[in-house]
């Protein structure tokens, strides 16, 4: 597969050898609030979680289970609605719990379970809906639509994120499929707030989490709603050998390729998490080119993408490109004033650290687009990076300051 | 004067020496644009300008005038409504011709006065606007009264921000007084927006220039509205010398005394900024103690007071301290989980990292007034920092967001 794009269904459609399932257990007001997502056997599996240094407790028990961030798992139990952060012991035995009653059901062993929690921080949870979530789950596994499993696991999101693509490996063809949460709290350090990889693909678990890893840079590390790391940040991804490919090395032309399919799940799962921001209307992409070394690159782009002025300009539809050029200024990357170069919707605003004339009723339609794209260039090398966000609306505070603790 | 308290009427009550005007040239849609503030002779000034490597014309000017950031200087001359920044070789020359006329009109040398620009990024200003506003202000310079050049530097400023202070040096009575505008994209890294402090205090330029350091760092640099350090930020200090004390070394008894009457105007104008922050209805103190040290103090008391989601839950009067614990353990600065400390308004609501009970409606009572008080312990040391900022409201959206370019 030379440059692999998401299926158009964006449904969940689960690869051979996983079922899934997503159910009420009543810690939400409504919908949803429990998943599952179980393999048929123990397969490879690889974890990324936040670098935020409060961490929740399903976080400590997932790090306790897979100390070198991958090896043979049989699946995920995630509920929304509470995230078991700053519990204490009472907390982190509630998580070991969750895994356990999850892995009994699927006659697994209890260390074989990955935990995730998402919702408020600092409430126990009711392990009695757990508990309750956990069986009902289990007898539906495979029975329901793959869809609740990825309502289950959302918050204040506003629509389920998924993606599935497919290539091909050793001659075989094969699938890699994710659900995601974002919405608010996301400026993932690790990986984004709650995402699931499942793949037929027959892959090692060191080689998993490479590629998890690769791909987690070019995608849930480039999106930023509110520049507020969460304490919950965890992407899994499971790979059962059910597509009869051929084990392959990372640096082979299969690891490649098998790289590139997750990288562009990854990818499609963190545009629809900026897409689906707090508040948002629109998904920003900020490109920033002519960087010293690609961290500056980041810097910079990040820097535009957490600016309030600049995401505030967007949701307006103004061509504000003095508040970008001020962002980036401001930011630690090294750029040259006199060769700064700054474009919305392709329409160059700036070059030569010197305004340009342009239509301003072309820019603004531009900016009122579903994908609102900014170029600069820094004009102090060849790196580049591009960031993800969204605009800044008034429905971020209304969400934000209603949420009652 | 052991501790200079700020004196209550808040006017700007220029020190013996200084005469001040502000005036209306047109450039903003209303009210009063052009300031002037002006010594009777050349006099010891220091200088601080922004770190943000996209600068304004006006800064380039100051800094080739000063290039040690201090010297003898007869006043400065200050506009809003356009800052004059990206606009090359056209808007130094402006920015030149703004010196020279004020400097003329003041029988002063052309090299001797400052300029400063607040306003939109990428606009030319209409010099001849400038012109018929610098003749009006030295004609009025010292008749009209004292608010109106502070209130000709405001932007989106919804009030003046001036403070007084009054010591004592060598047996004299010494007065110090202040300007501030704030209000949108700010996070001073130098200074903030624009401050013009004035002391009848005789002081060499140098001793003064430190003493303007220090000031800053204990307030202008504490404040952070929107993360957003501006392309114009700039403050400077001029001393008249006709308290008739006598000088002092930085470090004597008097220098001491001295930096303490300047930190006192600076911290009570940083509030001001603070507290009148684009869309703010709270002022809002962020304290971080038991850092490891003095930069990760203020690294994390950043981290929570550019929080958009701390900043929404003090809108909402939300005691949401997990989103506090959050922002601080996303941050660079080391914290240990175990022995966190999170307090609002006095309450502690977290300590040894586990939420302690609380009474929900004396928190959100403490968070409804003009000052919500946070406090954390980080538990890794001694050191400590207070970061200033606002609630994050609908109205910094509707101010940035309706705002066109």
């Known amino acids: 597969l030379e440059s692999p794009s998401p299926a158009a269904g964006r449904h969940l459609t689960l690869p051979e050898g ?49 100390p070198r961030g991958c090896g043979r798992m049989r699946g995920i139990v995630i509920n929304s609605g509470c995230s078991n952060v700053c519990t204490g012991p009472a907390g982190r035995k509630d998580a070991e719990e969750m895994a356990r009653r999850a892995a009994d059901r699927l006659q697994a062993a209890p260390e074989r ?7 408020i921080i600092g409430h126990r949870l009711d392990m009695e809906k757990i508990r309750r979530g956990i069986d009902l789950a289990a ?17 204040t999101d506003t629509r389920i994120k998924t993606c599935v693509a497919i290539g091909e490996l050793g001659g075989r063809a094969v699938t890699v499929a994710g ?19 499942t793949t037929d693909a027959t892959c090692r678990a060191n080689v998993l989490r490479r590629c998890l890893r690769e791909a987690a840079d070019a995608s849930f590390h480039a999106v930023t709603i509110d520049s507020d790391t969460s304490t919950s940040d965890t992407v899994a991804v499971f790979a059962s050998g059910r597509a009869g490919n051929p084990s392959f ?7 490649r390729r098998f790289a590139g399919l997750l990288r562009t799940v990854c990818e499609d799962l963190a545009r629809q998490i900026a897409a689906d921001g707090e508040g948002a209307t629109r998904l920003v992409e900020v490109r920033v ?7 500056q690159a980041r810097i910079a ?15 307006g539809a103004d061509p504000n490109w003095g508040r970008i050029a001020a962002a980036l200024g401001k930011s630690a990357a090294k750029l040259d004033p006199d060769r700064l170069k700054i474009a919305i919707g392709g329409k160059t605003l700036l070059s030569g650290g010197r ?3 342009f239509v301003a009723a072309d820019v603004c339609e531009a900016m009122q687009r579903e994908v609102v794209r900014i170029d600069c260039d820094l004009g102090c090398g060849e790196a580049s990076y591009t960031a993800l966000t969204c605009d800044l609306s008034r429905e971020y505070i209304a969400i934000n300051a209603d949420y009652h603790t």
Chains 1, 2 share one sequence.
């Open 301 to 315: 782009a990040k820097a535009v993408a957490d600016s309030p002025l600049v995401k505030c300009a967007i949701h």
């Open 289 to 295: 080119a002519g960087a010293h070394t690609p961290k």
């Open 179 to 197: 659900i995601a949460k974002g919405s608010g709290m996301i400026a993932p350090s690790m990986a984004t707030m709650i995402s699931v990889l």
């Open 18 to 66: 996983f079922r899934a399932a997503g159910v009420r257990c009543g810690l939400k007001q409504t919908g949803e609030d429990l998943a599952l997502v179980a393999a048929e056997a123990d397969v490879p599996a690889a974890l990324l979680t936040t670098r935020n240094q409060v961490v929740g407790e399903p976080i400590k028990y997932c790090r306790s289970v897979l």
């Open 113 to 119: 379970m990955l935990v995730a929690s998402t919702g």
């Open 139 to 155: 007898d539906e596994l495979g029975t329901g639509n793959d869809d609740a499993c990825a309502r289950a696991i959302l918050t």
């Open 355 to 357: 305004p340009r004339s």
């Open 249 to 255: 090395a990372a640096d082979s032309a299969d690891g």
